[in-house]
């Protein structure tokens, strides 16, 4: 690993990095010139992964957790052989280029994860690694192991610094993650300089604390150590492993190397070129790389080699299991099965008695989790409140591979980025809940989903101040609008159980992106769709519920529980002769997509007499009243008492709705 070809070969990584950050005259050169060893000898002695198609299910997963290292991860994906050119790389940071400032999924062939939040690719590893083991156990026969590969990443000070990484690793350790193999770039130097004054931990003890197999540390400088330790790092099964590699930042720079100038800056043309004199490449030019390193490093022939022999494998294994193997490419092609959604629009009976939408959403979870059986998931400790275990499984674990119940404990950040690595690995419909307030602590996570478009559910309950007395730390207020301010992200707070059925089937067909379903703590009544509109209209985002007749004066809009108030305040002014509408919009994403005359259907835009009606911030809802009408809404924090009676001292009643109307139906002219 120490011959002529490999030391020009990992020089050729870091000059081709610097060349890439100083071409763009922005970037990180740093890490890419320190951590080119380690990454060079992982590349190339142990990643198994094919440039010719870099979705190939049973490849290796490798997430560069330092995501502002990114110029390092382009340079390995050319070299290697990727559909990557070098224009490519000389559009490092530009507009319209596949290389942006930080690795993005689904722009750059070979890119597993969107990472540049630190911490954030630390713990979509571990739901890689959480995907592989599940798979495996699920498909694999003896001598057929068709799901059998590693899940590897690069992570930083910074990365290790993040209180996701540690909630990440603390359930890595607990759940026995044998095939995560994380290489630590340990070059205790992040923006602000040398970390002795606010990181000087002992990390290799808190992984060891965690359940880690802790190796190191090594000098990261040297290919023969890290090949050394990344072998001993695979034979392990049992444990994850943290390889802690001692590196120089800007290794080679005469002046910044070891320092914080390294970190987050061009070199400048006279360090970079003294870099390049400092390790014996004065030779190399910008972006001009020697042909015996394009040859030596091109992965191409032995990708192709063994994409063939697991595709042999899977041709045998589909002889023998063809149930299986069926279901497996299913699975990775995230076809649902057929007649998955039969029965949601009869689930419900409105002469049933009044049901919560998280108790609702429980029942449907249960019915199409026995249909849809890649469907992974579960809470942040909060199971028996959101309902969100699959009852006829058990939980998922180092001994118990193959359940489908996650519990990943009072770790929300963790549990965002987790569903992340889930959906990214592919062949799992991930899904996790915790009460609507705390979303807060995973709001990263979410934000990165909608970024990538990833196919994950977010289950929300307890989702106004109708909770009650657990007070205002736990009623949310401000938090569907947050949920609406993401672009990509689909929000669906649902009125009733039958609306409920369906903001499931609408999360579970998605393939462009997260949702979110907001549920009620507090009971609700089931709609008599006999009366009313029919429940498959949630489909559309929102629709006409009710109204007394086809000239109504006004129109109430409300979502999730607060649609019943709505509709109690039409039928009292419609017994004062006052006509009105009671529009329930369950999703304004959805109703957005709409065609405009649908919209204009639900809404007429001559019916200017609107009221919205929803127990949180009032902020967007001029989008559907206008500015001549009323917004029923809370721009306050709650406050701990009985729900019925916060929502009664708040504004939340029939009565009060109604008099709003008739406000505003008298001031403008009634």
Request: charged share 20%.
């Amino acid at each position: 690993m120490n011959s002529n070809l490999d030391i020009l070969s990992i020089n050729v990584i870091r000059f081709l990095s610097a060349d890439m950050v100083q071409k763009a005259a922005s970037g990180h050169p740093g890490a890419p010139m320190g951590a080119a060893a380690m990454a060079y000898t992982l590349w190339q002695k142990h990643l198994k992964h094919n440039p010719a198609d870099p979705s190939w299910c049973d490849r290796d997963r490798f997430v560069l957790s330092a995501g502002h290292a990114s110029a390092l991860l382009y340079s390995l994906l050319y070299l290697t052989g990727y559909d990557l050119s070098i224009d490519d790389l000389q559009s490092f940071r530009q507009w319209g280029s596949k290389t942006p400032g930080h690795p993005e999924h689904g722009l750059t062939p070979g890119v597993e994860a969107t990472t540049g939040p630190l911490g954030q690719g630390f713990g979509n590893g571990v739901g890689m690694a959480i995907a592989e083991k599940w798979a495996a156990a699920r498909f694999n026969k003896p001598g057929y192991s068709i799901v059998d590969h590693y899940t590897y990443a690069i992570c930083s000070d910074g990365d290790l610094m993040e209180g996701v990484a540690s909630e990440s690793a603390s359930l890595a350790g607990t759940l026995g993650l044998g095939k995560l193999i994380y290489l630590y770039d340990d070059n205790k130097i992040t923006i602000e300089g040398d970390t002795a004054n606010y990181f000087n931990e002992d990390v290799g003890a808190r992984f060891r604390a965690y359940g880690w197999h802790v190796i190191g540390p090594i000098d990261g400088m040297d290919p023969e150590a890290v090949d050394t330790a990344l072998k001993e790092a695979r034979s392990d099964t049992t444990r994850p492993k943290l390889i802690i590699c001692r590196t120089i930042i800007g290794y080679g720079a005469p002046t910044r190397a070891g320092t914080g100038a390294a970190h987050g800056e061009p070199l400048g043309d006279a360090e970079l070129s003294a870099a390049k004199e400092c390790l014996g490449c004065s030779h190399l030019e910008p972006f001009k790389i020697p042909a015996e390193v394009l040859a030596s490093m091109s992965a191409r022939a032995i990708g192709k080699a063994r994409l063939s022999e697991w595709q042999r494998l899977m041709n045998r294994y589909s002889a023998v299991f063809p149930v299986e193997a069926a279901q497996f490419q299913n699975f990775l092609a995230g076809n649902l099965p057929h007649g998955w959604n039969d029965g949601l629009e009869n689930m419900f009976n409105p002469s049933e008695k009044p049901i919560a939408t998280r108790e609702a959403s429980g029942k449907i979870l249960n019915l199409v989790g026995k249909r849809i059986e890649n469907l992974l998931g579960g809470s942040a400790d909060l199971a028996p409140s959101t309902k969100t275990v699959l009852e006829f499984e058990s939980f998922f674990g180092a001994s118990n591979p193959t359940a489908r119940n996650l519990q990943f404990g009072v770790r929300e950040h963790a549990m965002g980025a987790v569903l992340n690595g889930l959906a990214l690995h592919g062949g799992i419909i991930p899904y996790g809940a915790t009460f609507l307030v705390f979303y807060d602590y995973m709001r990263p996570s979410v934000r990165l989903a909608a970024i990538q478009e990833l196919n994950v559910v977010y289950v929300f309950t307890h989702d106004s101040i109708g909770l009650g007395e657990d007070g205002p730390t736990h009623q949310p207020v401000e938090h569907l609008a947050g949920l609406r301010s993401v672009p990509h992200l689909v929000t669906i707070r649902p009125a009733d159980a039958a609306e409920t059925a369906f903001a499931w089937e609408m999360a579970l067909g998605r393939r462009n992106g997260p949702t979110a379903l907001v549920l009620t703590r507090q009971k609700l009544p089931i709609f008599d769709r006999t009366e009313m509109g029919a429940a498959t209209l949630t489909r559309r985002g929102g629709y006409i519920l009710w109204q007394a007749d086809y000239n109504p004066k006004i129109i109430f809009i409300a979502t999730g529980s607060e649609v019943h108030l709505a509709l109690a305040a039409a039928k009292i002014l419609q017994g004062e002769g006052i006509t009105s509408r009671v529009v329930s919009l369950p999703s304004w994403e959805v109703f957005e997509a709409q065609p405009q005359a649908y919209r204009d259907q639900v809404l007429p835009p001559e019916i200017w007499r609107r009221v919205s009606v929803e127990a949180g911030r009032s902020l967007g809802w001029e989008r559907y009243v206008g500015c001549r009408g009323v917004i029923i809404g809370l721009d306050r924090f709650g406050a701990s008492a009985p729900g019925n009676v916060l929502l009664e001292k708040l504004g939340f009643t029939a009565q009060h709705i109604a008099k709003a109307a008739r406000t505003l139906i008298g001031e403008m002219g009634g």
